[in-house]
């Protein structure tokens, strides 16, 4: 019998349906049951790499990871990573199929909704049920002939959905009512109650609100989610970035600024950096805004070249380098590693209409992008033992590579050693990775995660902090992100209305409850 299928969409983009998604798919295993995520199309540059080496969008990993299953690319099988205005790159089913404009990617969707339902239909052939997650609105008029992630998703699946409105940005009664009011009767049909999310407040002001919305629509609502502050979970969106409203636990004794580019990529690598206690992290996008951090980051991006263009426009590739020359930290990460050279070139075009642009000039390094992409998730060991990286030799790393360029170079110390690639051999002991120049200062690598492997990022910040001469405070609780998943799944769990839910998924709580027991 195929699995069930339950699914969220919301009002608009950055409502909270990936949050919503990761707390259903946590809620739904802790009772029980074999349940997985599941995003037809997503937008975003902040990718992940599955065990076979295939690229699926980061939220529905960190939803897998929710769900304690392993990401597969059924679970995102169509992933567009923007370039530029109107271009993205297409991946399907976890591969690059080509770069399209917008108006050109229309005439794919055929393919690309072979991909969309035969991955749904195998996810149910495995699991108990499917969480699937919309994007954007379904009521995107001038989109709904074409779409394939939200209504056409449910009206497949017959998917109860649940309509997920921001009441934090205010007008959600009429962001909810307006969404039924444009969709056609039998979707319309398909809207079995509503999630009020980000509340902060009384309750009981809203009380006249959600009886009025009840009656107005025959919908009931679902839930009047909380917003929360302590509970740490991966961004999906770059607009995230724009947050600074969370307080540090901690006083601040080192400063981290992380250059906020245009096609930012994998920005959630710096997530640990963030929450580490005494570390300030912020990300910048002018020199008077950088000022002089104690480890300045050049994190990844979708369009190397163009981004570093930026970057020179800005004043920010000048002020990168006299921060370096007075004695600051630089770490390139993926497309910020090929930045650190000398020259990237793109003679055939496959990132943007620029042939070669000089770079950075922080190490004798040069980039080609060629058109092979190299999607690898890695394990290895640190081999360097100067600079940033005095005291982390031996230590482990583990991560992934998504990148379509080739570095070489001479006159650095390679930093890691990749002793496994889960989807591709080794050479013999292992592959050298990554850069780290004489000063040992400035340091490249593809690798990204890296900020993930705690003892790895304790000794480089203890390393920056006996340079400036402080201390920092003890960071050895963590953060376990399987505790906030259930953290998570405890805040919704408590704010929705589950007996409304679990009718809805068609599922028994006894018969998960019975699983549980018997595992």
């Known amino acids: 019998m195929a699995g069930q299928v339950l699914m969220v969409q919301g009002t608009a983009s950055h409502v909270g349906k990936s ?11 802790q009772d029980g049951f074999r349940v997985a995520p599941f995003k037809a199309q997503n937008m975003s540059n902040n990718s992940y790499v599955t065990a076979d080496g295939g690229e699926i969008g980061r939220a529905q990993a960190v939803q897998a ?52 339902h035969t991955s749904l239909d195998a996810l149910r052939e495995d699991f108990d049920i499917v969480i699937a997650e919309g994007a954007g609105s379904p009521a995107e008029i ?75 629509t025959g919908i009931p609502v679902a839930g009047l989610v909380h917003h929360y502050r302590d509970i740490h979970i991966p961004e999906e969106d770059s607009v995230a970035l724009d947050d600074t409203s969370r307080p540090a636990a901690v006083q601040p004794v080192l400063e981290v600024a992380v250059l906020q580019l245009p096609h930012i990529a994998n920005f959630d690598d710096f997530d640990p950096l963030a929450r580490h206690p005494g570390v300030e992290l912020r990300y910048v996008d002018s020199p008077a805004q950088l000022g002089r951090p104690d480890l300045v980051i050049i994190p990844g991006t979708k369009t190397t070249i163009p981004d570093l263009a930026w970057m020179n426009e800005r004043g920010l590739t000048q002020a990168v380098k006299e921060l370096h020359a007075n004695g600051g930290a630089v770490i390139g990460i993926c497309g910020g590693y090929q930045m650190l050279g000398t020259n990237v070139s793109d003679p055939d075009h496959i990132e943007s209409s620029i042939t070669e642009l000089d770079g950075l000039g922080l190490m004798d390094l040069t980039t080609v992008f060629e058109g092979t992409k190299e999607t690898h998730r890695i394990n290895g060991k640190v081999v360097a033992a100067t600079g940033l990286l005095a005291g982390a030799a031996g230590m482990p790393v583990s991560g992934y590579e998504i990148h379509m360029g080739r570095t070489v170079g001479q006159g650095f110390t390679p930093t890691f050693l990749i002793e496994d690639r889960a989807d591709v051999a080794v050479t013999g002991s292992g592959d050298p990775e990554g850069s780290l120049d004489a000063t040992g200062s400035v340091l490249g690598t593809y690798i990204h995660g890296l900020f ?24 050895t609780a963590g953060v376990d992100l399987d505790r906030e998943y259930d953290k998570l799944a405890d805040w919704v769990r408590s704010s929705l209305d589950m007996d409304l839910v679990y009718r809805l998924s068609g599922l028994s709580r006894d018969y998960g409850a019975a699983r549980v027991f018997t595992v």
């Not at 949050?19 to 295993?29: D, G, N, Y």
């Not at 920056?464 to 405070?473: C, D, F, I, N, T």
């Open 19 to 29: 949050v919503m998604v990761s707390a259903l798919c946590r809620i739904f295993r």
């Open 65 to 116: 990871d929710a769900a304690g299953v392993e990401a597969r690319v059924e679970m995102n099988p169509v992933l567009l990573k923007p370039e530029a205005d109107h271009i993205s790159q297409v991946v399907v089913m976890g591969r690059p199929l080509l770069t399209a404009k917008a108006r050109d990617y229309f005439g794919l969707k055929p393919q690309l909704w072979e991909a969309v």
């Open 142 to 216: 001038n989109l709904k002939k074409n779409e394939i992630v939200n209504m056409r998703v449910a009206r497949y699946a017959d998917a109860p959905v649940l309509l997920c409105g921001d009441i934090d940005r205010g007008g959600v009664f009429a962001f909810l009512v307006g969404t039924l009011e444009l969709l056609e009767p039998e979707e319309r049909e398909l809207i079995k109650g509503f999630i009020i999310n980000k509340f902060r407040g009384d309750p009981s002001l809203l009380t006249d609100g959600i009886t009025w919305l009840e009656e107005r």
């Open 452 to 475: 993930h492997n705690s003892e790895l990022r304790g000794a480089m910040l203890q390393e920056l902090a006996r340079r400036k001469g402080v201390s920092l405070p003890d960071a």
